[in-house]
């Protein structure tokens, strides 16, 4: 019998903890892996005790489901996305609903709702954020695609999205067309990775300068928490410190290797704002560390024939962890300036008619960027939607200016002792060149012309020209 109300694909740790979330919300679910003891695995779990159907064809797992016939894939994006719509697509009726959960790039969620749409179908691409234990207790969810497609699944994803601490509201709403929710999702992954960077350059400059024990760690990062840098990965970053390795006795973190990892979505969040002409300095810097963590033995190397300053500090302790603190908070607020300004440069561009503001609203809970600061973002664009950047609003102006000066003697006190903070200085790059009424752009210009004739504008008089400087 067709009963079930809802069908996924794909049972990973991601689609494991939805399947089992929606069963919570009173959903009847139907799952289908392509291994079947993948699948048989799961069900021996906690999934047996709640509403979930296993079946181990297509053919069936269709079959079983109530039309419009809602399915969300959960599988590797690129090709394997592509090979399961393949499949599916010759067992359903027009108007069914392919919901693509994954990480796809945006371009590829474009082309799939224009393919199948064109044949009949409905198809949602929608970002989920929250790993592991968003997914089974409420991600954050971005679905982009038709609104007829989204007014199909809004029941269910408002019933399993987290509910922001303070005012309950779901973190899901409708995105935008084609892949605006691949897309917006794609920059929140990028914004994440601005706030990993800043707050592990922050962790650095602290223990270059001054060697804080684990335990001080904890208790500076906890601190930190209990103010307006409170949020998930200050909170997780606290613990971290607590956490002892078995085998030696040392805190873990300092045993872990210096490369950090990534799956891409940083990166697109880079190539994109460089194609649209979006400047997120910050973001970049901190897809350009990881690339620079990678070659952890080309470094070693290096450190044994370059040299530096010495990394000593002589001045008063607890005013650098305030500096640092201070440091932190304003950088990320660039960092979220400049991911909120390319999704402004985007919308326009793939005319998506982003709701800055909602998208603010929906990273409040559930998320991995879940934080105080964006409860302040969402009330910047409830004042004002048009607004051209988060540092103009009056709340974050006067955020970043009383920061100021501690924010400079953060980032010249790394410089000074030699310690890399390139997202923290990119950061304050930014705001100085958005605030300055003019840069040195002209010579650029000039040189420009100079050297290939490609002319300029002036400041006294309008028109295009060109100059002969030789």
């Given amino acids: 019998m067709s009963n079930n109300q809802f069908g996924l694909i794909g049972l990973a740790v991601m689609g494991q903890n939805l399947v089992l979330n929606a069963a919570d919300h009173g ?7 392509r291994t079947g003891s993948k699948t048989e695995e799961f069900m021996r779990g906690e999934a047996k005790e709640k509403s979930i159907e296993a079946f181990y064809t297509l053919e069936e797992f269709v079959a079983s489901l109530q039309r419009p016939r809602r399915i969300q894939i959960m599988v590797q994006a690129g090709r394997p996305v592509d090979l399961v719509i393949d499949q599916l697509k010759p067992l359903l009726d027009p108007g069914d609903i392919i919901i693509d959960g994954g990480n796809s790039f945006f371009p590829d969620t474009e082309r799939r709702a224009k393919a199948l749409e064109a044949e009949g179908f409905r198809y949602i691409g929608m970002g989920v954020s929250g790993g592991e234990e968003g997914a089974r207790f409420g991600p954050s969810m971005m679905p982009g695609g038709t609104t007829e497609a989204y007014q199909f699944i809004e029941p269910l994803v408002q019933a ?19 892949g605006a929710g691949h897309y917006v999702k794609m920059v929140h992954n990028g914004i994440e990775y601005g706030d990993m960077q800043l707050i592990a350059e922050s962790y650095n400059l602290l223990k270059q300068a001054l060697a804080p024990s684990a335990e001080e760690f904890h208790r500076i990062f906890s601190e930190w928490n209990a103010g307006v840098l409170s949020s998930f990965l200050i909170e997780i970053t606290a613990n971290i410190f607590t956490k002892m390795d078995d085998v030696t006795g040392q805190p873990l973190v300092e045993l872990i290797l210096d490369k950090a990892g990534q799956k891409g979505t940083g990166k697109w969040t880079s190539q994109n704002a460089l194609d649209i002409g979006s400047a997120i300095p910050t973001i970049t810097a901190a897809v350009d560390s990881r690339y620079i963590s990678a070659i952890k033995d080309e470094r070693v190397a290096a450190g044994q024939v370059l040299s530096g300053p010495k990394p000593v500090y002589s001045g008063d302790r607890q005013q650098l962890i305030d500096a640092v603190r201070d440091a932190l908070y304003a950088s990320k607020i660039c960092s979220y300036a400049q991911g909120m300004a390319l999704l402004k440069k985007a919308s326009a561009e793939y005319n998506y008619n982003l709701d800055l503001g909602e998208m603010a609203r929906i990273w409040r809970g559930g ?18 939607p048009n607004l051209p950047n988060l540092l103009v609003d009056d709340f974050f102006k006067t ?20 310690v890399p903070v390139p997202a923290m200085s990119a950061s304050l790059a930014y705001f100085d060149s958005y605030r300055a009424a003019r840069l040195p752009a002209n010579l650029i210009q000039a040189q420009r012309d100079y050297f290939g004739a490609h002319t300029f504008e002036r400041t006294d008089k309008e028109g295009v020209f060109h100059a002969q400087w030789f």
């Fill in 160 to 178: 399993i999205s987290a509910k922001a601490q303070a005012d309950g509201e779901p973190c899901v709403t409708y995105v935008g067309p084609g």
């Fill in 27 to 33: 959903f009847k679910v139907a799952v289908f892996n």
């Fill in 399 to 418: 955020a970043v200016e009383s920061r100021q000066a501690a924010w400079r003697f953060a980032v010249t006190t790394a410089v000074q002792m030699g």
């Fill in 367 to 384: 998320c991995i960027i879940r934080a105080e600061l964006l409860d302040d973002i969402t009330n910047a664009y409830r004042r004002n």
